[in-house]
């Protein structure tokens, strides 16, 4: 079983303490400086006069995020799917 470890996240100038699995800790950690880095751009770029306001808009950011990729590997999927049966047809012609 992994170790656990008890570790303290900074988000928006608010700790949160967690306990996770030690493989987790880096990601965690980079998480929450991506967020801390995007709230910062969104208070220099706009005015925002409420944490909440900024730490909605990065959730939408990073959902908008995972949503695009999704999107991007279903369309990337069905690119390849229609590739190999192009080249399924071509071998088909080839070994008859």
Do not use: H, W
């Amino acid at each position: 079983m992994e170790e656990k470890l008890k570790i303290k996240i900074s988000i928006a100038d608010r700790v949160y303490p967690l306990t996770v699995d030690a493989s987790q800790e880096e990601g965690l950690r980079s998480a929450s400086k991506k967020i801390d880095m995007m709230i910062k751009q969104f208070e220099e770029n706009y005015a925002v006069r409420d944490k909440q306001d900024v730490l909605a808009m990065c959730a939408l950011q990073f959902a908008s995020q995972v949503e695009q990729k999704q999107i991007d590997n279903a369309m990337n999927g069905s690119e390849t799917i229609d590739r190999l049966q192009k080249i399924n047809a071509v071998l088909d012609q080839y070994l008859d």
